[in-house]
């Protein structure tokens, strides 16, 4: 089994978000960037189906080569060899369509994105990837076995979450549940030598368009400070929330 | 040349983000100068949408669509509007819509903005205001394809009243052969959750075990809200992970948002400071959250909160 896996390169959660060139870029100045948590969970999934399954994992970014280490990271936690496409893409659908022709190119069995990245929330890559490349797809994915060409996947829904059955070629957006916080691995020395062995190789885009485009960036209008209530008081919260807040 | 609306239901009942859609789209009609068309499936009772400005029902009918297939919906919603040659279509952001839209964007050849949270600022070009960064900034994106995909934010943009109602036409569109079968669901029934819900109550370590949580489940019956708690809580199995909001977790987008006990770890507040109005109850005045909350208590969780119910019934009461 071939498995893509579908690194997205985002600032730390903890990150200060700014911005520069009249609003119009991501300040990334002291950012220090990870692999996107949602598509974490997907690679330790995917390390597990090459361990007891022998699949073979590639990962792959669209990105230019500030990206590198992102990737590298992923090989230093086991994945077998890396693409980037050497592009700044504009939006999602310029992003699903470069990842579409690696996966074309590349005859993946299975193609595990995370369900969205932290930086612009698109949340699109993943099912537009599937409708390109017309493979399966499974959003919200929580769990998740393959065996031969058949593929059983458990899916976070609206208050619950409901298991469904498809077949391979399938690409899925996962999220925690697919592995557990605890399982996710730290590279360690030998995993950081051996991630220099292996083959990074930087494709050009094939140059889609995109179909949306970022005019600019606005923060938030900033928060008044918190109205504190004395413990003892808290009639006082009931009135705030009913004739203040109109929240009850 | 309508725009179209995808009103979501459940169990033939349409949730409250079909209406805010329908809301949304109406006023993009009216600033489009045209008509506004909503697509149903599996609806029962579909006259309220008049009442949030649709002018049009497509009403889709068919058992092959009764549980949510996003490859079946969203190629309902495709030929739905081309057969109305929409040039903007609205779903919420709900999981399934959010699962069927980048299927749909695909199929319509639609630029898609996801999490949009205001009518667009120009229709010309056609810009919209979305959240970014998880909540820490908004990003200005311009659609700039001749079809265009709208996801709302929840909670975003409201319910608007519009007193009219609206024809309906039954529709019958082609359902395409599906490759992801549904073997089984496994939902909490007669439970608020927290993707509907407009109050939402969270607990965090300093509950102390899960033994803690009664008086937690009692404040929340009594808002009539859904419970919710941080990623330790759920990491150390003292709430089911259904239950876990932030960044890895659930997002939450409601109109209450009440933290006891979270000191409000930043990937916790990613989640769920899309919330309207935050209050906390914690111990520790230092707690990050006192300074993402709009109210704030301090003081121990285990006093504070039967009384706050107590005082809440009897407010409750007076209503």
Not at chain 1, 75 to 102: K, P, S, Y
Not at chain 2, 117 to 125: D, G, H, I, K, N
Not at chain 2, 185 to 201: F, R, W, Y
Request: hydrophobic share 40%; aromatic share 6%; with cysteine.
């Amino acid at each position: 089994m071939k498995i893509l896996v579908c690194i997205s390169h985002v600032p730390d959660t903890t990150s200060k978000i700014n911005f520069t060139e009249g609003d119009t870029k991501f300040d990334s100045n002291g950012v220090q960037f990870v692999i996107n948590p949602n598509d974490e969970f997907g690679l330790t999934r995917a390390m597990w189906f090459k361990e007891k399954q022998g699949a073979n994992v590639t990962v792959a970014n669209v990105g230019g080569p500030e990206t590198e280490p992102t990737l590298r990271k992923a090989l230093a936690i086991g994945a077998d060899a890396a693409i980037r496409v050497n592009t700044a893409a504009n939006d999602g659908f310029q992003v699903a369509n470069e990842l579409a022709q690696v996966v074309n190119d590349g005859g993946y069995d299975l193609v595990i994105a995370g369900r969205e990245s932290i930086d612009y929330n698109g949340g699109m890559v993943p099912g537009m990837l599937a409708a390109l490349t017309n493979a399966n797809f499974v959003a919200n994915c929580i769990g998740l076995e393959i065996d031969g060409t058949n593929a059983n996947a458990v899916r976070e829904i609206d208050g619950g979450k409901e298991t469904v059955s498809t077949t391979l070629p399938l690409v899925i957006a996962g999220q925690k549940g697919l592995v557990e916080e605890s399982d996710l691995r730290i590279p360690n020395m030998r995993g950081i030598m051996m991630a220099r062995q292996k083959p990074l190789t930087v494709l050009e885009p094939k140059g889609a368009a995109e179909e949306t485009s970022s005019v600019k960036f606005e923060k938030p209008v900033p928060k008044g400070a918190v109205t504190l209530v004395s413990p003892d008081n808290l009639d006082e919260l009931v009135n705030l929330l009913h004739n203040e807040a109109k929240v009850i | 040349m309508s725009v179209l609306v995808y009103t979501e239901s459940d169990n033939g009942t349409f949730k409250k983000v079909a209406l805010e859609v329908a809301s949304y789209g109406k006023a993009v009609a009216d600033q489009l100068g045209t008509t506004l068309t909503a697509v149903t499936i599996n609806a029962k009772d579909t006259s309220i949408l008049g009442n949030h400005g649709v002018d049009k029902v497509l009403n889709v009918t068919n058992s092959k669509l009764e549980t949510f297939n996003a490859n079946a919906y969203a190629e309902v919603i495709k030929q739905a509007a081309e057969k109305e040659g929409t040039k903007v279509i609205i779903v919420s952001s709900s999981a399934d819509s959010k699962y069927l839209a980048p299927l749909l964007a695909v199929g319509l050849n639609a630029g898609y903005a996801s999490n949009v949270v205001e009518a667009p600022s120009s229709t010309s070009p056609f810009t919209v205001k979305r959240t970014a960064f998880t909540n820490k900034a908004f990003n200005i994106t311009s659609i700039d394809t001749d079809v265009k995909l709208i996801g709302l934010s929840k909670n975003a943009f409201g319910l608007k009243e519009h007193s009219a109602s609206a024809t309906v036409e039954d529709f019958s569109p082609s359902i395409p052969d599906n490759g992801v079968h549904v073997d089984a669901v496994d939902k909490v029934t007669g439970k608020v959750t927290i993707a509907d819900a407009e109050i939402v109550v969270s607990g965090g370590r300093g509950l102390k075990g899960p033994e803690n949580w009664g008086m937690l489940e009692e404040l929340a019956q009594v808002l009539g809200a859904a419970t919710a708690c941080s990623k330790p809580v759920s990491d150390l199995g003292w709430r089911p992970h259904s239950e876990h909001v932030g960044q890895t977790g659930k997002p939450v987008a409601s109109n209450l948002y009440i933290a006891i006990g979270i000191s409000g770890a930043i990937q916790h507040l990613a989640g769920i400071n899309a919330s309207k109005v935050k209050v906390v109850i914690n111990t520790d005045p230092e707690a990050p959250f006192f300074k993402a909350a709009d109210y704030g208590v301090v003081g121990d969780a285990f006093e504070v909160v039967p009384k706050l119910t107590e005082k809440l019934k009897a407010f409750k009461a007076q209503q």
